[in-house]
C-alpha cells in the first residue's frame, strides 16, 4: 500500500470533521495524544482528538513550528482525516493507517517529554526516566557489551600487547578502567596530536586499550564506546550503600538514602502497600548506621551528623586495602603453583600410560578382553600321539611349559596395561593427552598489578571485589 495517494487526495475542512471540538483560537499548549497500547482504541472521538491537536498546533502564530515538524505534522493529520472520512479499501488498508498515526503519537509523546521540563517536579520526573530507561538497557544488552570487553582484556593477555598490564590483575574492574580512561580522555588527545607534554605513563591505559585493538583487529572506538557503557552497566547495578561510605562520599550517600526514602511511598505499586513499612525500616536503619539524626527532623538530611565510628570504619578500610590485595596477591600464587603441580602430575599419567599401550602394541579400538585364557595347554593337545620315546615326551611337555609360562606373562602384562588406561580414563574422564601448563600459566603474571591512583578507588575496590565479581572481570 502507497500512502501517497492519501496524502494527494482532496479533504475535507478540519473544522467540518471537528465540529463541536473545533478550537478557534489555538492553544499554546494544546493536549499532547497519549498513543494508545492497542489499534483498537482509536475510536472516532479519540481520532479527532488528535486531529485537534495538529491543527492547533499548525495554526499557531505566537510559536511557529519548524518546516520539518510542519511536513510530520501534515501528513499526520491528513492521515487522520483518510481514517475519519473512511478513505481505505478493507480492515488491512485501515490497520496500516492506523499503525501510522500510532508511530507519529509514540514520536510527539516521547518528544514533548522529553523536550524541555516546565518545572523542578517534570525535571526531575524526567531524569528518573531516563535513569530508568539506563537501568532497562544495562539489564538487556549488558552481556553483549561484557564479551567484547572480554574479548579484549583476553586478548591482551594472550599476546602480551603494549601496556598489557592496565587490562589486567585481579584487582582491576571495568569501571576502574573506565575512571582512567575518563581521566586520560583530553591527555590523549594531545598525546595523538604530538604534544611533547605529554608522554606515555599519562595515557597508559588508553594505549592499552589501543595496542590490544591494533592487535587484535577490534575497532577502537567501538571498543571505547563498550568499555564505557559497560562500566556505567556495573556501576548501577552493583552500587551498594557500603561501598559509597567506604569512599568517604558521605555527601553523595546522605543525598541517595534521603531520596529513596522518600521515594518508597510512590514506587511501591498499590498491589504491595504492606512492603512500604519494611522497607522504610530497612532504609532509616541504613541511615543510622552511618548518620546520627538525633534532635533534628527526620528527613532533613542537610542537618545529619556522620558518626565517629562508620568514619573510622571507612579509614580502616582504606589501610586494610594494601594488605587485602597482599594477600589476594599471595592466594593467587598459591593457587598457580597448586594448579602447575596437579598439571605435571596429570601429564606423568598420561605419558605413563601412553607408553604401556605404545610398549605393549594393544589397539585402543579393539581392546583386549581381559578374560582371556590365561595360557592352558589347549584340550586338542590330548588327541596328539604319544611320543616314541620317553625323551621325546619330556622335550615336549617342558617346551608346552615355557610357552604357558611366556603366555601368562603376556596375558598379565596386557592386562595391566588395559587396566591402566580404563584407570586414567575413568580418572580423568578423557583420554586425551594433557595441556602443558606452560601454555596457560604465562597468562597469569605473578607480579603485583600496579594499584589504583586514587586512595578512594582503592576502598571502593577492596569493598565491591565480591558484589561485581560475578559480571565485571
Known amino acids: 500500500m502507497s500512502f501517497s495517494r492519501f496524502l494527494t487526495r482532496t479533504r475535507s475542512s478540519t473544522k467540518v470533521l471537528l465540529g463541536d471540538d473545533y478550537v478557534e483560537v489555538a492553544s499554546m499548549e494544546p493536549v499532547v495524544p497519549e498513543p494508545p497500547h492497542l489499534l483498537s482504541a482509536y475510536n472516532d472521538q479519540r481520532l479527532r482528538q488528535g486531529l485537534s491537536f495538529a491543527d492547533q498546533t499548525l495554526r499557531q502564530t505566537q510559536r511557529k513550528v519548524s518546516p520539518i515538524t510542519g511536513h510530520c505534522l501534515n501528513i499526520y493529520k491528513t492521515t487522520l482525516k483518510a481514517v475519519l472520512e473512511q478513505d481505505y479499501d478493507g480492515e488491512e488498508e485501515k490497520e496500516k493507517l492506523l499503525a501510522q498515526v500510532q508511530t507519529y503519537e509514540h514520536n510527539i509523546y516521547t518528544r514533548r517529554l522529553l523536550k524541555g521540563p516546565r518545572d523542578t517536579a517534570q525535571a526531575t520526573l524526567v531524569g528518573r526516566l531516563t535513569e530508568l530507561r539506563q537501568y532497562e538497557f544495562a539489564a538487556r544488552y549488558g552481556e553483549y557489551q561484557a564479551i567484547l570487553c572480554k574479548k579484549l582484556k583476553m586478548h591482551a ?152 565510628e562508620a568514619e573510622r570504619n571507612a579509614a580502616q578500610e582504606e589501610q586494610n586495602s594494601e594488605i587485602r590485595r597482599k594477600n589476594i596477591e599471595r592466594s593467587r600464587q598459591n593457587i598457580v603453583a597448586t594448579a602447575a603441580k596437579a598439571s605435571s602430575k596429570l601429564i606423568d599419567d598420561y605419558k605413563m600410560a601412553q607408553l604401556a599401550v605404545q610398549g605393549m602394541g594393544i589397539n585402543l579400538d579393539n581392546p583386549i578382553v581381559l578374560d582371556t585364557p590365561t595360557g592352558s595347554i589347549p584340550p586338542d593337545l590330548k588327541s596328539l600321539k604319544r611320543p616314541r620315546n620317553e625323551a621325546d615326551r619330556l622335550e615336549r611337555a617342558e617346551r608346552f611349559k615355557r610357552q604357558k609360562k611366556a603366555w601368562d606373562t603376556i596375558i598379565s602384562l596386557q592386562s595391566q596395561c588395559q587396566r591402566r588406561y580404563k584407570q586414567y580414563q575413568d580418572d580423568y574422564n578423557t583420554a586425551n593427552p594433557a595441556i602443558d601448563p606452560a601454555t596457560w600459566l604465562d597468562l597469569a603474571p605473578t607480579q603485583d598489578a600496579s594499584p589504583p591512583s586514587s586512595s578512594g578507588s582503592r576502598s571502593s575496590q577492596s569493598r565491591s571485589s565480591q558484589s561485581r565479581s560475578s559480571g565485571d572481570q
Open 157 to 308: 593477555q594472550t599476546f602480551r600487547t603494549k601496556n598489557f598490564e592496565q587490562l589486567q590483575g585481579w584487582n582491576r574492574y571495568w569501571t576502574e578502567i573506565q575512571e582512567d580512561l575518563k581521566a586520560e580522555k583530553h591527555l590523549y588527545e594531545k598525546f595523538s596530536l604530538g604534544d611533547k607534554k605529554v608522554d606515555e605513563d599519562d595515557v597508559a591505559t588508553t594505549l592499552a586499550v589501543y595496542a590490544a585493538c591494533k592487535n587484535g583487529g577490534f575497532c577502537f572506538a567501538t571498543m571505547l564506546g563498550s568499555i564505557e557503557m559497560y562500566a556505567n552497566r556495573n556501576k548501577l547495578l552493583h552500587a551498594p550503600i557500603q561501598e559509597i561510605a567506604s569512599c568517604g562520599r558521605w555527601g553523595a550517600l546522605r543525598t541517595l538514602l534521603r531520596q529513596d526514602r522518600l521515594d518508597v511511598p510512590t514506587a511501591v505499586p498499590p498491589s504491595m502497600t504492606e512492603q512500604i513499612p519494611i522497607l522504610q525500616n530497612i532504609i532509616d536503619s541504613c541511615i543510622d548506621e552511618f548518620f546520627d539524626r538525633s534532635g533534628v527532623p527526620a528527613l532533613a538530611d542537610d542537618r545529619w551528623r556522620i558518626r565517629e
